[in-house]
């Protein structure tokens, strides 16, 4: 199969679907690989690195995917990216529909299909491609959200995890899972005292499991809002697959939180699951709503380009050469990524939603 792998053009998105490694894998298996010049470049690999490998160096995305049958790619497409794509193309990308609806009518408009890598998933609820980068978004978002706590940064002016004869900081995490893990591990590490919500009781086992200082709570409504009234971190990580996230906080609980005090949505893909969050990018990741300083970048792992591109490109490639020598249907994890066929909506929770 051709297979093209276009630069990413979302604001500071630096990733790179599949590095140089990665891609080798794919021109062993006798796959003709085309990548866009200068794709990899803001994740540390240049052209003469993919070259090296057997890739061909498009110069331009007009090139790129009029050379190629299936386009793997980081961000859900916009609309440059949408201009060159046609019905006989294979998308294969994070898309993230149900907080996309127009994203997903184009898509359907066009005719491809459309294969997601956050609804890919393995018999045991495991969702392989999403993970790495929760893996990575969790940790930025206790990583970010100690800084934005900072004063000069509109914070309220803590040190999350305290210090002799300071209180520690309180975090609070809505959802247990790999990004809710990952966040509430360094909070905890930093010292902090974390609360974390989920309805599983194995995750909130494991999260007590992280230390002394971490608490897991079922989400009751009364004990979620009771925390965030309390907190001086809010980080949001609750994932439906496929579907649009709930919101666990409202506008009025947020309008009541300590001023300075900072929300963090990792579920701002999905729709966030905070009712005030709204999608930032990096040239501008925050804004501030009734004192309380908003973080809701969509593509939090791009801030560490190589280590998000080289986590991704680890979790894809069994993936894209199953898709690439069987097809979308082969297997019955890639079959849950499909979203759109042939202008048909696929997935189920986005029938939903459409109709």
Known sequence: MRIGIPKEVKVLEGRVALIPAAA????????EVNIQSNAGRL???????????????????????????MIVKVKEPLDVDLAHLTKDHILFSYLHLAAEPELMKKLQGIGLTAVAFETVEEKNGYLP???????????IAT?????????????K?????????VERGKVVVLGGGVAGGNAATVAAGLGANVTVFDRDRDKLARMRAIGPNVTGLYPFSDAIKKSVLDADLVIGAVLITGERAPHLVDADTVRHMQDGSVIIDISVDQGGCIETTKPTN??????VWEG????GVTNMPGAVPRSSSQALSAALIPYV??????GCKSTAALSAGVNVEGGNIIHPALITLAA
């Open 24 to 31: 080798a894998e794919l021109v062993k298996y006798g796959h």
């Open 43 to 69: 994740s540390g690999y240049t052209d003469d690195d993919y070259s090296a490998v057997g890739l061909q160096i498009q110069p331009d995305a007009k090139s790129l995917y009029e050379s190629a049958e």
């Open 129 to 139: 491609l999403l993970a790495p980068m929760s893996d990575i978004a969790g940790r």
């Open 143 to 155: 990583q970010v959200g100690a800084q934005l706590l900072y004063h000069p940064q509109g914070g």
């Open 157 to 165: 002016g803590i040190l999350l995890g305290g210090l002799p004869a």
């Open 282 to 287: 990096y040239e501008t990741p925050t804004f």
């Open 292 to 295: 309380i300083v908003h973080f």
């Open 321 to 326: 050469l199953q898709l690439a020598e069987k």
